[in-house]
Nanobody
Framework: QVQLVESGGGLVQAGGSLRLSCAAS????????MGWYRQAPGKQREFVAR???????YYADSVKGRFTISRDFAKNTVYLQMNNMNPEDTGVYYC?????????WGQGTQVTVSS
């Protein structure tokens, strides 16, 4: 059984920062390919960032230079540091894990950026 639990969402003003956490448990760990996606109201879920099993990182163009994905093997947790946020970053943020060609999702955490 795989469990991904996000935390750290909330309300922040434009220009502010938040750090999201995704605690992994069960038959998945953060050495697997892990990522963050988000879904704004009325829009499809979109890719935000990914860290591969080798440690390579990838970002959506809209967040490059502002967001950083990282992982802590000891805590089996993936993080998304979000800086210089803007209202377009508002949405539900989902943690994603990929293991053995299977995709797993957390329940999501709400992030709201006020202007």
């Amino acid at each position: 059984q795989v469990q991904l639990v996000e935390s750290g969402g909330g309300l922040v003003q434009a220009g502010g920062s938040l750090r999201l956490s995704c605690a992994a448990s069960g038959s998945i760990n953060v050495a697997n390919s892990m990522g963050w996606y988000r879904q704004a109201p009325g829009k499809q879920r979109e890719f935000v960032a990914r860290i591969t099993s080798s440690g390579s990182t990838y970002y959506a163009d809209s967040v490059k230079g502002r967001f950083t994905i990282s992982r802590d093997f000891a805590k089996n947790t993936v993080y998304l540091q979000m800086n210089n946020m803007n209202p377009e970053d508002t949405g539900v943020y989902y943690c994603n894990g990929n293991r053995a060609a299977q995709n797993y999702w957390g329940q999501g955490t709400q992030v709201t950026v006020s202007s």
